[in-house]
């Protein structure tokens, strides 16, 4: 499967936890995107990577997430001491420059 | 204003005829746009994206940009049941980041 893969599909976890996915973008494409996306809302934006570096990053990505793409392949999203706030759908998508976005499957949090 | 609107609906349409989805975006900027498909529970799917002005055709899917009005569209001819989903309008501002609409949601009427 050469598509966006993200790890894990689903994840429980208490409030208070620190937990972290992964996306691995398309092999060629240099720019990564996260969002979150909560029921019946569009994806919101969270940050976004072109090869290493960490270019933009939304106003909603508060000091408890941090995202890293440490050799501009795969990246990771951490949310640090979670609230039930922050329940919802995280999306990576990948591109080549500004073309066309493709998402991964998303990992679904829930936090009890 | 939010950046990216769309009617939220649902939009309800008989099988058979045609869908029209409509978003507006505020950044005259905005080089280039996308229309993405969303199941329930399942993460966007690129359908097509438009960078100039006028109509785009690919199979059933028309996407129609007007830059001066800054307003694109998707028709989707012959609606199918299938085709029932939330559809995302995502706009690409000077190279940034890709900014979504709400979504309009779509239900075909067998």
């Known amino acids: 499967d050469t598509g966006v893969s993200q790890d894990p599909r689903h994840k429980i976890t208490k409030r208070g936890q620190n937990v972290t996915f992964r996306c691995d973008p398309i092999?060629?494409?240099?720019?990564l995107y996260w969002y979150r996306q909560t029921l019946g809302q569009g994806p919101e934006f969270l940050t976004y990577?072109?090869?290493?570096?960490?270019?933009?990053k939304s106003r909603l990505l508060s000091d408890r997430f941090s995202a890293e793409r440490p050799k501009g392949s795969f990246s990771t999203l951490e949310i640090q001491r979670t609230e039930q706030g922050d329940s919802a759908m995280y999306l990576c998508?990948?591109?080549?420059?500004?073309?066309?976005?493709?998402f991964g499957q998303g990992t679904r949090l829930t936090v009890v | 204003q939010k950046e990216v609107e769309q009617n939220s609906g649902p939009l309800s349409v008989p099988e058979g005829a045609i869908a029209s989805l409509n978003c507006t975006y505020s950044?005259?900027?905005?080089?280039?746009f996308f229309w993405y498909r969303q199941y329930s529970g399942k993460s966007p799917e690129l359908i097509m994206f438009?960078?100039?002005?006028g109509d785009k055709e690919d199979g059933r899917f028309t996407a129609q940009l007007n830059k001066a009005s800054q307003y694109v569209s998707l028709l989707i001819r012959d609606s199918q049941p299938s085709d029932s989903a939330t559809y995302l309008c995502?706009?690409?501002?000077?190279?940034?980041?890709?900014?979504f609409g709400p979504g309009t949601r779509l239900s075909v009427l067998p």
């Open positions: 995502a706009v690409n501002s000077r190279g940034q980041n890709f900014v």
């Open positions: 438009i960078y100039s002005n």
């Open positions: 990577f072109q090869n290493e570096a960490q270019l933009e």
């Open positions: 092999s060629e494409h240099n720019r």
């Open positions: 998508a990948s591109s080549i420059g500004n073309s066309e976005a493709f």
């Open positions: 950044d005259r900027g905005s080089q280039s």
